[in-house]
């Protein structure tokens, strides 16, 4: 899993270049003089992706650890992503399931890619416990490939247990956040 994460994380700083560099030499012969003419000239430009992206489906690999999970987010304006996922417990004799909702706002409207600001909230229902967060994250969306999604982010839980069986009222409070989105986009 270690050298999966390291091998994806290379690929994408490649891919993230936003330069292209067009070297071109030119001979030419003046008719009238017979002098010949060498021109060399190099081209800089800046590139960006302007692929429009109206959804796109995420799994967070590193949520595997607790949680089978799957989010569907659809653009609803340039600047706002709405997101809605499940989730089911991956640790054995745990049953239950789990459902989330984000918001992403992209600052500068770049239709899904970039810094964004994300406020979140989800509810589990674990063996009659239900365990409620809400938070909030800010992270980075790429497409290092034409629908091939890569997302970071980093930010802060609030974590809140309710159940009749067992009390886990103590287990209450904030737990940090990280998120790797690996997701496909169209």
Do not use: C
């Not at 049953?95 to 810094?115: L, Q, S, T, V």
Request: charged residues 20%; without cysteine.
């Amino acid at each position: 899993m270690k050298r999966l994460f390291v091998i994806l994380i290379l690929l994408s700083a490649i891919s993230l270049s936003g330069q292209d560099k067009t070297e071109t030499k030119k001979w030419t012969i003046d008719p009238e003089t017979g002098d010949t003419v060498y021109v060399q000239e190099t081209i800089i430009s800046v590139t960006e992706d302007i692929t429009p992206r109206n959804n796109m489906i995420a799994v967070n690999p590193l949520k595997f650890f607790l949680f089978y999970n799957i989010t569907y987010y659809h653009k609803i304006e340039d600047q706002t992503v709405l997101g809605i996922g499940i989730q089911a417990p991956t640790i054995s004799g745990v049953d239950g399931i789990g459902i989330n909702a984000e918001i992403r706002f992209h600052p500068k409207g770049k239709n899904m890619r970039g810094f964004y600001i994300a406020p979140n909230i989800s509810y589990n229902n674990l063996e009659g416990t239900g365990v409620f967060s809400i938070g909030g994250l800010v992270g980075w969306q790429w497409f290092p490939g034409e629908e091939f999604a890569i997302g970071l982010g980093i930010g802060v839980d609030y974590y809140a247990f309710k159940g009749d069986e067992n009390d886990l009222s103590d287990f209450n409070g904030t737990a940090p956040a990280l998120r790797f989105d690996i997701g496909y986009a169209w």
